[in-house]
Every structure is written in C-alpha cells, then in structure tokens.
C-alpha cells in the first residue's frame, strides 16, 4: 500500500479512537495537576497534554497499519484484523477508565 493511499481496513477509526483515549487520559492527568478550569497552562503542561493526546493516536494507527500490511500480505486475515484493533481499542479505553458513553460525557463536564 503506497503511502498517499487510504487504509482500507478503517485507519481513520483507529485515529479517532486514539484521539478519544488519550483526550481522557489528558484530561485526567491536568486534572490531577491541579489545573483549574479558566486558568492558564504552563509550557510543561502544554507539552505533557501534546504528547498524551498525539501518543495513542500513533500507537493504534501504527498498529492498524502493521497489522493491515500483515493482512495484505496474506499471513493474516481480517477477522484477525479486526479482532486486534478492537480488542486493543477497548483496551485502552477501559485503561484510562471509560467504560461507556456517560465516562466520556463526564470529561466534558
């Protein structure tokens, strides 16, 4: 698959899974800083949100993307495919403690 060409197997959800994750998991760790709602963020802070929302972003579509050149090789299948990005999707959702639509609805809160 050349670079320009589109996932077929779905990368773009596992983009946005990853940006789900690591939003969550920013969220909860500024709020463990101690930051307040309206104040301003440090450069530390600033860096540490950046890295915790781009991380889980590249990890899954890294993954989906071995995992796809491993199905379009032939020494995979879809279903294996599939299997994996959702399994390691629920995963880190359920890591950084959102469990249903509610948990995701209370970070914006």
Known sequence: ???N???PRGGAIW?????VVGAGLAFKVI???GVQEGEDL??????IVGVLLIAPIWVLMTIA???SAEVTAGK???VTYWTTMTGLS???LALVGITSIDDLLALTK
């Open 90 to 92: 629920v995963t880190a």
């Open 1 to 3: 698959m050349a670079k």
């Open 65 to 67: 993307e071995r995992l």
């Open 31 to 33: 709020s463990a800083m």
């Open 5 to 7: 060409d589109v996932n």
């Open 15 to 19: 983009g946005l899974m990853g940006f």
């Open 42 to 47: 440090t450069t530390t802070e600033i860096l």
């Open 76 to 78: 995979s299948t879809e």
